[in-house]
């Protein structure tokens, strides 16, 4: 079975830093892998999502991640952090040939911005 | 395009009482979620639909979590009778598995308070 660890439960940055959030996973042979974010008081929405191939990702809002197989990651970045990407960050892996019900939540790192 | 509907969004229930959510997902996506996300357990599946049958219950939640789905615009989780622990934030998520956009689109949920 599959599955997902954000190692990271809360990370603080300035506003203007970079950013990292880890995930790792665990699945035998190549997954879909995605990347969510749940501002405030909202349901979770789609930031990018990996499918076999270029192993850089763009998302929206400046966001993007690198799928690593060697090091079975999937981690998210952001060159240059805004006061409104307060929020929480979900990742999540599917196998290529399951579908919705197969898709494993990580925990979630909470990212706090300082001003 | 409409996203996901939630109704509603916030619900007080006494111990032992019936309370029932609901959930409008996107036009014309075939696939049907309900979680439940606390800050301990994360995001846990609770029923997954496809094309308006019940594929998957979530096990641990069958005794006295029921959804349905009786028409493929509307779905309805009852929890019966609710307990304190029961306290969470319901979120409901629909997609399209297989099409070009193979992402869940999630509600901005239904925060429920059982005293």
């Known amino acids: 079975a599959q599955s997902v660890t954000q190692p990271d439960a809360r990370v603080t940055v300035s506003e203007g830093a970079s950013l990292q959030l880890r995930c790792k996973y665990s699945y035998f042979g190549t997954p879909y892998l995605f990347w969510y974010v749940q501002y405030p008081r909202q349901g979770l929405q789609l930031l990018l999502k990996y499918y076999p191939g270029d192993p850089v990702v763009q998302g929206v809002n400046g966001f993007e991640a690198e799928f690593s197989k060697s090091n079975s990651s999937f981690h998210l970045r952001k060159a240059s952090v805004h006061w409104s990407d307060w929020a929480v960050y979900f990742c999540?892996?599917?196998?290529?040939?399951?579908?919705?019900?197969?898709?494993?939540f990580g925990a979630g790192t909470r990212l706090a911005v300082c001003p | 395009d409409a996203g996901v509907t939630q109704t509603p969004r916030h619900e007080v229930a006494e111990k032992g009482q019936t309370i029932i959510l609901k959930c409008e997902p996107v036009?014309?996506?075939?696939?049907l979620f309900w979680y439940r996300q606390t800050k301990i357990q994360g995001l846990e599946l609770l029923s997954y639909f496809r094309s308006k049958s019940l594929m998957e219950d979530g096990g641990a939640f069958k005794d006295r979590f029921k959804a349905e789905m009786l028409n493929s615009s509307f779905s309805t989780l009852k929890i019966q009778p609710t307990e304190p622990k029961d306290s969470a934030v319901y979120l409901c998520?629909?997609?399209?598995?297989?099409?070009?956009?193979?992402?869940?689109?999630f509600g901005a949920g239904t925060r429920l308070s059982v005293l």
């Open positions: 036009s014309g996506h075939n696939d």
């Open positions: 999540a892996v599917s196998p290529q040939s399951g579908s919705f019900n197969k898709l494993t």
């Open positions: 998520a629909s997609g399209d598995w297989g099409s070009s956009q193979n992402t869940l689109y």
